[in-house]
């Protein structure tokens, strides 16, 4: 399918751009989908091949499979992702052991796995079980920590390096399209725009599966939830590929999609609710939306997280990450608070996604030459800084489950509780400010790492590390409460690293009920329901505020893919002062309702190229008139393979005559009749309709053309590119850049660094 309208549409011909600017640089790679056409007239993804043993051969399985190829195809994509996803937690976690020690028994064993066989008397509902397990099994020698001083550290260094070398040579000579983490492409796709099949492929898939827990475990500040997205929709687009040749069309295609991304979630969180809903909230496009895919999202998360739960990959037969008891119901007076997590969520999806976009430019400009020099750099500064800090040299999820768990009195009498635990009102000072400023440096300093690893050439997601960055914080706020306004006991600390990844959450994607929803599955914390949906509303209301989209969002806009949703805010205000007249394509290629197999032939392989992807069709007569009449659209790819797959009447295409229109008889053999793949009603619009009216009409309607008329005759036509493009222009011009840099601070620190390469050369 081609990428442009009936004419040359590059921005550089168009009337209303003279030049390719950053928000629309990568629409060439992306093919638009006419989905009310494909819904009108449906399209074959997919040839039918492989599977036909299915169909053809036994009556008996045609019929079992006509009837149930949705659950088996379904199933088939949820078992997949479920497996994927337990290989991923139990390599991670494997990877992540080796750095503090091994398995005597067997080194190739977790810790988990290593210590499985230990008695289990005690409590498994809370984190003191996995505590005290790991210390029974120190002392039975089933697992050993690295000795020494020296050994340690050279131990989480080297194998920091080593992890993120193997990860990023992967992305880079077999997979690249496995880095990032895919949200953003994941979203255009099924709103209307086709990624190159390379982003959805095995590879890919293969590729990201193997570097993910790599990457975790380099301790590198990013996070698997943005790339299990990505893997699980791989899973979705192979599997049905597979199994639905002959019958997908793109309309059934975005569903399944749909459903594995949520799936995805679902699994890294082990919240199958919440995955379905950050399906429907984040992916989902205003115009794919039906209970079609409620139900397949339902089912693929229920079926993946299932499977999760078979293969038990935290060998303590839980998918719950962090579960706490709390037993203490929240306060009133606690409402200050939680107001001021929920703002410091707001000020950290602003200053992170602000800083993390400028550093995204300095990256392209100054180091796209050297992604792997740049990750190894990253790698070694982020294990040097979080050695030495306990919140940072932890993994992540455990990091955070010492953060949530919620200080007993039983607690306090265990000696090896950690420290969190063990302050009170007694606690001298500077054993109370070592914690606190080591809660806050790990705040800042990962903040900081954040900034700089997103977008870096591994995959790489941005929940997790968010989420870590606001528990810490939170869990330093119950500090201070407790030392300075109620004393300990009255409070739950661990709730307030809760309330604070919670916020940092909302902050950096920008939603409301998918966050609430995974952070009460992720814990189980259901009596602070209200106090988390007053944190993610004034996360959300500060964000709004400020004009700031999540993450995934302005990722749309700073690699320029196009993207038909969009926030109603200043930026729209422009689009009711323009009308289609300033941005329709004029220069036209048409077809005419009646005209010889070789004339078309001609036009469509020879004269249009591969500029074009359809054709407005004429009435017979108004071709050579002024003014001319449109009776119908045909896109380019439909004729083209139907072209490719007629066999002529006769040996003489000259005197083949083809019909757009559906006729009632045909005076000879030698006719051929493309009604059934014209459409014969497109969407049409005046010349002085709005720009914001058109904009709306292809996000609502998901149609790829719009054909311009007057009085009832051809003006022109516009594509769903051709509005984003004018919007993004148009805003530009008006507004400026929507994301500034600072090129003066770039260039500083570009020729710092270049000195720094030269002192150490």
Same mark, same amino acid.
């Given at each position: ?25 990568? !629409?060439?790679? +992306? ?25 053809s ?33 139990? !390599?991670?976690?494997?990877? =992540?052991?080796w ?16 210590c ?12 003191? @079980?996995?505590?005290r ?5 120190l ?7 690295w000795?020494g ?49 390379? +982003? ?68 890294a +969180? ?18 794919? /939306? ?34 706490v ?34 550093y ?27 050695? /030495? ?14 953060? @949530? ?6 607690d ?11 302050l ?5 000072v500077?054993s109370?400010?070592? =914690? ?17 690893s ?7 997601g ?18 201070? =409460?407790?030392?300075? $306004? ?16 919670a ?45 700031v ?24 205000? @422009?689009?009711?002062?323009?009308t ?6 004029t ?26 992807s359809? +054709? ?19 896109? &380019? ?25 559906? &006729? ?14 014209t ?33 009832? /005759? ?8 051709? $509005? ?18 600072n ?5 500083? =620190? ?5 000195y ?6």
């Amino acid at each position: 399918m081609s990428e442009r309208s009936s004419s040359p549409q590059d921005i550089n011909s168009s009337k209303f751009a003279t030049e390719v600017i950053p928000e629309i640089k990568n !629409f060439s790679k +992306f093919t638009t989908i006419d989905r009310l056409s494909e819904e009108d007239s449906p399209v074959v993804l997919f040839e039918e091949d492989g599977r036909s043993f299915l169909t053809s051969k036994f009556q008996f399985y045609s019929t079992i499979w006509e009837r149930s190829r949705t659950f088996i195809t379904l199933t088939s994509v949820a078992i997949l992702i479920g497996c994927i996803a337990g290989f991923i937690q139990i !390599f991670t976690e494997t990877l =992540v052991n080796w750095k503090t020690g091994y398995c005597a028994r067997n080194w190739l064993l977790n810790k988990s796995f290593c210590c499985a066989n230990i008695p289990e008397s005690l409590d498994k509902r809370s984190l003191l @079980f996995d505590k005290r397990d790991e210390l029974q099994c120190l002392d039975e020698g089933l697992w050993v920590n690295w000795n020494g001083h020296i050994l340690p550290f050279f131990m989480f260094f080297s194998l920091s390096i080593i992890f993120t070398s193997i990860s990023t040579l992967l992305v880079k000579f077999v997979a690249p399209m496995a880095t990032g983490s895919g949200i953003s492409e994941i979203k255009t796709w099924v709103s209307g725009f086709e990624h190159l099949p390379e +982003f959805l492929n095995s590879p890919t898939l293969i590729v990201k599966s193997i570097a993910l827990p790599l990457t975790i475990a380099s301790g590198l500040a990013v996070g698997k939830e943005g790339p299990s997205v990505h893997y699980a929709t791989c899973c979705g687009y192979i599997v049905t590929k597979w199994l639905l040749k002959g019958e997908l069309t793109y309309s059934s295609q975005f569903e399944y999609l749909t459903a594995a991304s949520g799936a995805g979630v679902a699994v890294a +969180f082990g919240a199958p609710i919440g995955g379905v809903l950050f399906g429907l909230e984040e992916i989902s496009s205003s115009n794919s /939306f039906n209970g079609s895919m409620l139900w397949k999202s339902y089912y693929v998360a229920l079926i993946a997280v299932t499977t999760l739960k078979c293969i038990n990959p935290f060998r303590n037969g839980k998918i719950i990450l962090f579960n706490v008891t709390y037993d203490k119901n929240w306060k009133v007076l606690e409402i200050p608070v939680f107001i001021l997590l929920g703002i410091f969520g707001g000020f950290y999806g602003q200053f992170v996604s602000k800083w993390n976009i400028s550093y995204v430019h300095f990256r392209k400009k100054y180091l796209s030459s050297w992604p792997i020099q740049e990750v190894l750099v990253l790698t070694v500064m982020t294990a040097l800084i979080s050695y /030495f800090n306990e919140f940072l040299r932890l993994d992540m999820t455990e990091s955070m489950g010492i953060l @949530f768990h919620e200080c007993t009195t039983n607690d306090n009498s265990s000696s090896f509780q950690h420290r969190l635990c063990l302050l009170d009102e007694n606690t001298h000072v500077i054993s109370f400010l070592r =914690v606190f400023s080591s809660l806050s440096f790990a705040t800042v300093i990962r903040m900081l790492l954040v900034i700089i690893s997103y977008g870096a050439m591994i995959p790489a997601g941005i929940f997790v590390p968010s989420m870590a960055i606001g528990a810490t914080f939170g869990r330093a706020i119950s500090l201070l =409460v407790e030392r300075f $306004i109620c004393g300990p006991g009255v409070i739950t600390p661990g709730a307030y690293a809760f309330l604070g990844a919670a916020a940092t959450l909302t902050g950096i994607t920008n939603l409301t009920l998918t966050v609430v929803v995974i952070m009460l599955e992720l814990t189980g914390a259901f009596i602070y329901i209200i106090p988390t949906m007053i944190v993610v509303a004034i996360t959300r209301v500060l964000l709004n505020s400020n004009h700031v989209d999540g993450i995934a969002d302005q990722m749309i806009l700073v690699n320029g893919f196009p993207y038909l949703d969009r926030a109603e805010d200043k930026y729209d205000d @422009f689009m009711d002062k323009h009308t289609a007249e300033e941005i329709m394509e004029t220069n036209m290629i048409t077809l005419r309702e009646t005209m010889y197999f070789s004339e078309l032939e001609d036009l469509v392989y020879n004269v249009s190229g591969k500029d074009v992807s359809g +054709f407005p069709i004429i009435k017979d007569g108004d071709e050579n008139e002024p003014e001319k009449r449109c009776i119908g659209y045909i896109l &380019k790819h439909r004729l083209v393979k139907r072209l490719t797959a007629q066999s002529l009447p006769t040996t003489d295409s000259r005197r083949t005559i083809v019909h757009f229109s559906k &006729k009632e008889y045909y005076n000879s053999d030698d006719e051929i009749d493309l009604s059934g793949i014209t459409i014969i009603s497109p969407v049409t619009a005046k010349i002085d309709t709005s720009a914001s009216t058109l904009f709306c009409t292809f996000q609502r309607m998901g149609c790829k053309t719009i054909i311009i008329e007057k009085d009832g /005759f051809l003006q022109g036509l516009i594509t769903s590119k051709d $509005i984003i493009k004018f919007e993004r222009i148009k805003a530009r011009e008006i507004y400026g850049p929507r994301y500034e840099y600072n090129e003066k601070l770039n260039e500083k =620190v570009w020729s710092y660094l270049e000195y720094l390469t030269k002192l150490f050369a």
